[in-house]
């Protein structure tokens, strides 16, 4: 994660005008203001006070080498109609970036959660677990967003398991015994407590993990799926089968709300519905929390729960990162609904033919997350140079 400057930009005409806002590192007037910048590989947002300062964004863009550039534009003072010009600018420059237009000035801390969402995704260090090398879609993520992604093979992995803290482990089984109900014998729960274990080690060297689970879960027959359930719930973020691009949004939605969702597969369109279920959710996220087992291979263990919220937002991302879906969604109906799906399964209605999911979804795995945040994710898609593309 790299770190973020926040820069106010106002007119020599206005200075004495605007008012005072908290949150603003530095206040630019003119273009000598900027020589003694430091800006390095942070994050810069800049703040539009007023008009007549679009020169001032690209000087400082071109001095600086910027690549990514958040403008914060209000009602007062032509700071959208400057925003938009230095957007204008800054895409002539090659630079990527994305407007967020606030009501005023004391809404700063919403666009300043938007650019710690980004930053989060910039200059992250990943571990892929499980698995042997590294995958186009793993090198398309460390170019786009100048990060690294690390590579434990199986062997590792399963080493890390064995010599895994026993204290770490039984804490696990007593706190998923506390709360969630079981509904097929828990005698190997210790076991899914010593993956949680080895995991949750990782995290002093990584910000975020993704587990390739089913070449383990095939060997072991147990499943990683409670350890990845605790540990989003803790806030440490771990996506399943190794999936990169859902973590890209796991990472993301964990800054804009909170949570760092659940991955989710499309299983059926009909109407304005569409019905998605995956064997693990963040505990968290679900009330009335079950454990039964794991839908593809009947070993121990899946989780079922209903969803807590009535309104959600899901995303995917493509392959080289350059392409965002994004739907909002009412709940109709969550929990164990069929036998024949992964474990949590939820009814959403977009509010228009879902057919819509299967045309334009850069790939199955969407990230459901509660609340609408598609104005967050289409700044941060413009920022990122992502394609932002609404389903409905």
Known sequence: ???????????????????????????????????????????????????????????????????????????????????????????????????????????????????????????????????????????????????????????????????????????????????VKFEIGSERLLEVGKIYAAIRGLYARYDATAINCFPYLVEHRVTPCLALARLNEEGLIAACEADLRALFSMMLTKELTGYSGWIANVNHVEGSTVTMSHCTIALNMIRNPRVLAHFESGYPYGLTGELIFNEVTGISVSSDFRRMGVFTAKVVNSGLMSNNMCRTQAVLNLGVDASRVVKLAPYNHHVIVPGDITRELEVIASVLGMEYVRYN
């Open 1 to 179: 994660m790299v770190g973020i400057v926040v820069l106010g930009f106002v007119s020599p005409l206005h200075k004495d005008k605007v008012p005072v806002v908290r949150g603003i590192d530095k206040i630019i007037t003119s273009i000598d203001e900027l020589k003694d910048l430091s800006i390095g590989d942070s994050l810069v947002v800049a703040v539009i006070l007023s008009g007549g300062v679009s020169r001032l964004v690209g000087e400082l863009v071109s001095v600086n080498r910027v690549r990514r550039v958040v403008l914060v534009s209000y009602p007062g003072f032509n700071s959208l109609a400057s925003a938009l010009d230095a957007r204008a600018l800054l895409r002539d420059l090659g630079v990527d970036s994305g407007i967020l237009h606030i009501n005023d000035l004391g809404e700063l801390g919403g666009a300043l959660r938007v650019a710690r969402a980004i930053a989060r995704v910039i200059g992250v260090k990943v571990a892929l677990l499980g698995v042997d090398r590294k995958s186009d879609i793993s090198w398309s993520f460390e170019d786009r967003f100048d990060s690294k992604v690390d590579i434990i093979n199986m062997s590792e992995f399963e080493r890390l398991v064995e010599n895994a803290d026993e204290g770490i482990a039984q804490e696990f089984v007593n706190l998923i015994k506390g709360r």
